[in-house]
């Protein structure tokens, strides 16, 4: 086989206007019309003759005119490779290098009116050269291969020495050119050569010439710019950048899913467009990019493909439904727009089998054009910690999936405990229970307890650990109980099927007999558990007559008088208890009448009178010697001496008490006389507590208020400083056991700021440990409540949860701090809240921020607690200019005023008492409760008595207003308070004065 020819180039030269009216009439036989005749002109050499002779290779040729000098008669003939070429009319072939349709249609009419004539084609000169192959090899001649518009070809022949030929070509369209060497061996052999380059061109109805496009983009890459829209870029050569661009898109998705599947439009079948910017996505679908250069209506070769997933955005709306304790229900919203193979259901959970944590997939769901999809899991551990996620995973090649986010956390609830015996004896019950059957080790589980509960008249309630499955309850004996043992979770609990247990009446308890006369007798007893009556019979010993009570007794009488007896007579008496119609064994005893005698009664009396009169006269020598012993003393220590008892208590109407009496009456006699008998067993006439309730007092009438102040604060506030002195020894002597446990010492901020014992907030908790229930926070009274305040030191990071359990067990929906969490570098309160709007945990409490708004000198926050199905929305002041152990600025008084009239205007329609604090919930915590208070205080009355209110705040929580200059503040800030109530009443008497005028 010889070798194809060398260096193949073409080259379209235009024809002169004037020559081709000159040689019009040659070409307009013999033109290249159509396909239908070029293809019937194949002119081809007969191979027993000789080469066909071509013009040399200088001289131009016309092509179509009779340059064929073969005697054989023209054949029809066609290629054997035509038919092929002609039916493949689908795939790459026929897009690149192919003529564009909107480029052949530019010039047409689109608005459908006549118009002239297009001017007539002019012919275009066609050159085609070549080099002969590479030596050595043998060859007789080449053959010239033409094709038009893929359906029109024409094959010649030219010999060995020809290099060049030149045809005129008739008509607009795409052109195919190709050149092959062949060479001749005996009489009818014909070898050809492949050709070695087969040259592309399209001449338009215009004559221009356009070549071949034969580059390809480099580098395609696709950058996803959101779930709907992505970006694509390439590279290509200096020489096509001019050149324009075919994107072509097309889904992988839509081949892979089923008819009820899919999701998406767009793309299901190729998109071309020019511009980059591909747009319509769908979430979670598979696309691919391929990039074409177009040089007028060619279009050059693919790029290679490139492909690219968009993430689904997730499913929304996760919820779940609980179906008992070993089933629940996931329902969930899928996204409006996007595609996807399938839900995944997962579940995390400790497998008691493997001893591990794990995610394992539960459950695959197709995915269907429905908005909504559900599935029920079962066959879950009951009491046991369960997290949920259901994913959307794509149909892409690797799978993608969205999102983990979308996770629900669940504790299901217990099984039923099954009471297996009860027994009950001394009073005792012994209760029996199992639960679960062959279950999982309850150390695993999320199961905190049990609780027993026997309901009868009374209501007896026991918690158990969870590991003990028994229980003894100390029940009164004679009542019905309705018995039931309860699982209990932190978010739900299941009860035992219901057991009746009736215990019989127990016999009264020392039966005695009282009062006993010649015809009567009282009996008495004590009562013995529950009883609804009680029957008496007495009966005369030796004798078989009955005397029989009355009627049954009431259970809630255990004494009773029997009548009509004989005189100096024994009798054999029982008592029986009835509860609920069962009688228990009765009690019996003996009892005798007395026997007629003189009336005791003149004895008793004559008794009396005598003792009367001798205990008459010896107080009165009593008396006597001691006025006597004591004269000479009256004159030592100053008979003159007054105490005056009236200032003890000065604020209202003094209380009856009987040793007040004592001193009014005694006050009329020599003082040095009461002095050292009287004071010395009366010590402190306030309280037997100490100075538990001390009450200091100190009522100023706000008319005097300005000049009261100028008085206090002369000498460098001298006498506010003995005002201050007096309050620091309130509350010494009151106990604080519960903070000075070794369990409780690390819930304190500070060693010397403890809660007081009988006013501390006590925590509720399932947990029975000693020091569970304790929280450095104290109940102050208000002005409207005697718990309207809890005071409270500022969290710590061990004590944030204990926190918000007092808020949410103490439905308080104001919490007021009065700190910063940082001041001069020291940290002053824990950060108690979420920092942003994620929900967060605080132990069993899940607090989530709703907003926050900033002011100049505090900020405002709205939290939502919520525990298991309880939900309260709480609101938080905090104000940010206040010094810790000092007070605002002067100008900062009229702010902090404004900061307390706002949080009370807020908390009129709050419930539970409000929650301060600070850092250590007694300085800036007691200066805000004490001008709350006097702000309601001023509004009612004319007068005040700060100095009463601080005293009655310390006695029910340490050091409160801690230090003398914010004691002083609140003086300054009730000033403040009166002058603008003062400006209310001129106001106010100028608006009447002007409407009394009119």
């Known amino acids: 086989v010889p070798y194809p020819p060398r260096n193949i180039s073409v080259q379209i030269i235009p024809i002169n206007r004037n020559n081709w009216e000159e040689h019009s009439g040659n070409f307009a036989e013999e033109s290249f019309l159509g396909p239908q005749e070029i293809i019937k002109q194949e002119k081809m050499s007969h191979p027993s003759e000789s ?65 002239a004539e297009p001017p007539p084609f002019l012919p275009v000169q066609m050159v085609l050269t070549w080099l002969p192959p590479k030596p050595p090899t043998a060859f007789d001649g080449f053959h010239i291969h033409i094709e038009r518009e893929e359906n029109s070809t024409e094959f010649l ?171 629940v229900v996931l329902s969930w919203n899928r996204p409006f727009l996007g595609v996807f193979r399938k839900y995944v259901v997962e579940m995390f959970y400790f497998n008691p089998s493997t001893m591990t944590s794990e995610w394992t997939t539960y459950y695959e769901i197709a995915a269907t054009v429905s908005l909504t999809a559900s599935v029920r899991i079962a066959n879950l551990l009951p009491a046991w ?64 307890h049990w609780m027993v509960v026997a309901e009868g008249k009374k209501k007896i309630k026991k918690s158990v650990t969870r590991n003990v499955m028994t229980a003894v309850l100390s029940l009164p004996p004679g009542d019905i109980y309705n018995l039931s043992v309860t699982a209990c979770t932190e978010r739900g609990s299941n009860t035992s099927m219901p057991q009746l247990v009736k215990l019989e009446p127990a016999p009264p308890k020392s039966l005695f007999a009282v009062n006993k006369t010649q015809t009567s007798v009282t009996l008495l007893w004590v009562e013995e558990g529950v009883a609804d009556f009680f029957e008496v019979y007495c009966q ?4 078989a007559q009955e005397t029989k009570v009355q009627e049954p007794v009431t259970v809630s009488s255990h004494v009773v008088t029997i009548s009509s007896l004989t005189p100096a007579t024994s009798y054999n008496c029982s008592v029986t208890t009835f509860s609920h119609n069962s009688p228990s064994v009765p009690t019996f005893i003996a ?77 009329l006699l020599p003082s040095c006389l009461w002095t050292d008998y009287l004071l010395a067993f009366y010590v402190n006439p306030w309280s037997k507590n100490g100075l538990k309730k001390r009450k200091l007092t100190n009522p100023v009438q706000l008319d005097d208020f300005d000049g009261y102040i100028k008085d206090m604060a002369k000498d460098s506030d001298y006498k506010f400083s003995l005002q ?90 104001i919490i007021v701090m009065l700190t910063q969490c940082n001041e001069k570098r020291r940290v002053k309160c824990d950060h108690y809240w979420p920092f942003t709007e994620d929900p967060v945990a605080y132990g069993d409490i899940t607090v989530e921020m709703l907003s926050e708004e900033e002011h100049t000198d505090w900020v405002y926050r709205s939290f939502r607690i919520s525990y298991a199905d309880e939900v309260q929305d709480v609101m938080h002041f905090n104000f940010t200019a206040w010094p810790d152990h000092g007070v605002p600025t002067t100008n900062a008084a ?49 007068f005040v008595d700060i100095l009463g209110l601080v005293s009655d705040m310390r006695s029910y929580r340490m050091s409160m207003v801690q230090t003398e200059e914010q004691y002083i503040f609140i003086h300054q800030c009730v000033q403040l308070m009166w002058q603008k109530k003062k400006q209310q009443f001129c106001i106010s008497d100028v608006i009447y004065e002007n409407v009394s005028k009119s």
């Open 540 to 543: 005369q010993a030796g004798s």
């Open 591 to 667: 009892v005798s009448t007395m026997v007629t005698e003189m009336n005791p009664n003149v004895v008793v009396i004559s008794v009396l009178a005598i003792l009367s009169i001798l205990l008459i006269g010896l107080l009165l020598v009593t008396l006597v010697v001691l006025r006597r012993k004591h004269l000479q003393m009256a004159r030592e220590c100053g008979a003159g001496t007054f105490v005056n008892f009236a200032s003890l208590e000065r604020d209202g109407k003094l209380p009856y008490n009987w040793r007040r009496s004592v001193f009014a009456f005694l006050t």
């Open 724 to 813: 201050f002195e007096e309050l620091k020894l309130i509350g010494l002597d009151i106990p604080h056991f519960a903070a000075d446990l070794p369990m409780n010492r690390c819930k304190n901020r500070y060693t010397n700021i403890l809660p007081y014992d009988f006013s501390r907030v006590r925590l509720v908790s399932m947990n029975e440990e000693e020091g569970s229930d304790y929280i450095n926070a104290n109940y102050i009274p208000g002005y409207n409540s005697p718990q309207e305040y809890i005071a409270t030191q500022g969290p710590l990071p061990e004590t944030r949860n204990d926190f918000w359990k007092m808020v949410l067990q103490q439905k308080s929906q």
């Open 385 to 448: 910690y369960y997290n949920f996620r259901v994913t959307m995973v794509t149909w892409g090649d690797p799978e993608l999936s969205c999102c983990d986010s979308s996770t629900i956390s669940f504790i299901t609830a217990p099984v039923a405990p099954k009471i297996t015996s009860v027994e009950y004896y001394n009073h005792l019950l012994y209760i029996t229970w199992t639960y679960g059957g062959d279950g999982p080790d309850l150390s695993h589980s999320r199961m905190l």
């Open 894 to 942: 009229e702010s902090i005023l404004q900061f307390v009239q706002m949080v009370r205007q807020k908390s009129a329609k709050a419930k539970g008492p409000m929650v301060i604090h600070c850092s250590a919930g007694v300085g800036r915590t007691g200066t805000f409760i004490a001008l709350d208070r006097l702000l309601q205080h001023i509004r009612d009355h004319e």
């Open 157 to 327: 022949t030219v010999s060995e020495d020809t290099h060049k030929f030149v045809a005129e070509l008739k008509e607009p369209g795409k052109y195919k050119l190709s050149v092959t060497t062949f060479s001749s061996s005996g009489s009818c052999e014909v070898r050809g050569s492949q050709s070695a380059k087969t040259l592309s061109f399209y001449i338009s109805p215009t004559g221009e010439w356009i070549e071949e496009l034969t580059e390809k983009p480099q580098h395609v890459t696709v950058t996803v710019l959101s779930s709907t829209t992505a970006l694509t870029s390439w590279t290509a050569s200096h020489e096509s950048s001019g050149n324009s661009t075919i994107v072509s898109v097309l889904s992988l998705t839509c081949q892979k899913q089923k008819e009820s599947q899919r999701l998406e439009k767009h793309y299901c079948t190729e998109v071309n467009s020019s511009s980059s910017l591909i747009e319509n996505l769908v979430p979670g679908a598979q696309y691919q990019v391929v990039v074409y250069l177009r040089k007028g209506p060619l279009v050059g070769p693919p790029s290679d493909p490139v492909t690219f997933s968009i993430v689904p955005t997730g499913i929304k709306d996760l919820t779940l439904y609980p179906l008992g304790p070993t089933a």
């Open 51 to 115: 080469p066909t002779e071509i013009p040399a290779a200088n001289t131009s040729a016309a092509w179509l005119g009779d340059h064929s000098n073969s005697s054989e008669p023209e054949t029809t003939l066609q290629p054997s490779w035509w038919s092929n070429e002609a039916e493949s009319s689908e795939g790459e072939e026929e897009f690149v290098n192919a003529v564009s349709n909107d480029y052949e249609a530019s010039d047409a009419n689109r608005s459908g009116r006549p118009t």
